[in-house]
């Protein structure tokens, strides 16, 4: 072979090991961007069912809303607090005896909290429900004229308010996006798949801001505790016979 013949076969053998790995190199940072892409397609996946569920949900509850009776910001605000290891329907009788004592938030401000914790007691916690119920009621009079604040943020400064409370909040009373995170559904986004064993409030608001419109938030979580008291049910086993999601539903922990 001459010396020509080697030369090339030498740069042949080179290109050929610069081929092989460039072509891996490629398929490398291919898997990496798939690798990538794969969260992106499981959140479209999960926006998809959230709209399914949301589009039945609406056809079985049309006219699902807040349970707590309130026609007044600060109502709500006093009944949301009281509702805390309490059933609504308990809280709607209660405050019926507060606001008739105490009709204004003026009124409530001015009011003993010994006197507010014995009307309020049937709801349990009666002491911290009515020290929280008292201080707030103090601020929005002193600092907010009487107003509810309309700010997630004011709101989450209130005494006794949480993030489940100031989102009810923003959605019933002013109409603004909101997810409410209480137990019905927590449960029921898991058992459904729309989030994965999240069971911390605050993770599983966030995402779900991820996969439902925001202007449909509200509305969806009042109408997940409608189905989780009547299909989707905690201490039974779910009806998932006789539930309008049973093809779709992850029945996860089912
Ligand atoms: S199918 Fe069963 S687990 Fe799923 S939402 Fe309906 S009742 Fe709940």
Known sequence: MTKEEQAGKG????????????????????????????????????????LEIIKRLKI?????GC????NEAWKLLVSVRLAAQCTDARVNVVVEGLYKKYPSVEALANAPVEDIEAIVKPCGLGHSKARDISACMKILKEEYGGRVPDQFDQLLKLPGVGRKSANLIMGDVFGKPAIVTDTHCIRLVNRMG????IKEPKKVEMALWKIIPPEEGSDFC????????EVCTARTKPYCEKC???DICGKNGV
């Open 11 to 50: 740069l042949a053998k080179k290109e050929a090991v610069k081929k092989r790995e460039t072509s891996k190199k490629r398929e490398t940072s291919n898997k990496k961007e798939s690798m990538k892409k794969a969260p992106d397609k499981k959140e479209a996946a999960k926006k998809e069912k959230a």
């Open 60 to 64: 079985q509850y049309p006219d699902a």
């Open 67 to 70: 349970t707590l009776d309130y």
């Open 194 to 197: 729309l989030v994965e064993d």
């Open 222 to 229: 009042h109408r997940l505790v409608y189905h989780g008291r």
């Open 244 to 246: 309008c999601l049973c």
